[in-house]
T-cell receptor
Framework: ELKVEQNPLFLSMQEGKNYTIYCNYS?????LYWYRQDPGKSLESLFVLLSNGAVKQEGRLMASLDTKARLSTLHITAAVHDLSATYFCAVDRVSNFGNEKLTFGTGTRLTIIP | DTGVSQNPRHKITKRGQNVTFRCDPISEHNRLYWYRQTLGQGPEFLTYFQNEAQLEKSRLLSDRFSAERPKGSFSTLEIQRTEQGDSAMYLC?????????????FGPGTRLTVL
């Protein structure tokens, strides 16, 4: 069974600081997704990482993928309050039925402190 | 493109009642997914449609749950004889087959509270 783990689960950081969220998964997959969720809201797609070594950046967020290590990172640079949210990674895997479905990590609740 | 829509946004019901939720996917998307999310957890896969065919159901989906997607357009998720453990956010997502990336776009969700 595919397992996706994130750490840390909770993260409080000061504005202007840098930090990294880690996402480990247990079986081979070449596609990894990062989503953002604000309280009481749905999920917003942030990044899609398709291959080993893939790196994508949007504003203060940068995501990378190492398929050999089964590890993705989401790096936050010079955090601002607007980045406060819960961040999920998800792995796309073809199931035994030949269907693609996402398995989500536990989420990292990020709080940016002024 | 109006995105994925779900109705109702909130539903409060008494234990034992039946509830039905609706999801309207992005118009050109032929794949539709239902997920359940409980507080403090990531979404968990429930079921998947490709066009009108329901191709996979999670073991989380007990026989009290049924989903349909007539004509491959909107989908409904019905829960019969609701239990307090059914309280959760029910999320619908859609994607388009044939693209290299199965990027799923999520709706706003339906929050179910069973009293």
């Amino acid at each position: 069974e595919l397992k996706v783990e994130q750490n840390p689960l909770f993260l409080s950081m000061q504005e202007g600081k840098n930090y990294t969220i880690y996402c480990n998964y247990s079986t081979t997959s070449d596609r990894l997704y990062w989503y953002r969720q604000d309280p009481g809201k749905s999920l917003e797609s942030l990044f899609v990482l398709l291959s080993n070594g893939a790196v994508k950046q949007e504003g203060r967020l940068m995501a990378s993928l190492d398929t050999k290590a089964r590890l993705s990172t989401l790096h936050i640079t010079a955090a601002v309050h607007d980045l406060s949210a819960t961040y999920f990674c998800a792995v796309d895997r073809v199931s035994n039925f030949g269907n693609e479905k996402l398995t989500f990590g536990t989420g990292t609740r990020l709080t940016i402190i002024p | 493109d109006t995105g994925v829509s779900q109705n109702p946004r909130h539903k409060i019901t008494k234990r034992g009642q039946n509830v039905t939720f609706r999801c309207d996917p992005i118009s050109e998307h032929n794949r539709l997914y239902w997920y359940r999310q409980t507080l403090g957890q990531g979404p968990e896969f429930l079921t998947y449609f490709q066009n009108e065919a329901q191709l996979e159901k999670s073991r989380l989906l007990s026989d009290r749950f049924s989903a349909e997607r007539p004509k491959g357009s909107f989908s409904t998720l019905e829960i019969q004889r609701t239990e307090q453990g059914d309280s959760a956010m029910y999320l619908c997502a859609s994607s388009r087959q044939g693209k290299a990336v199965n990027e799923q776009f999520f709706g706003p969700g339906t929050r179910l509270t069973v009293l």
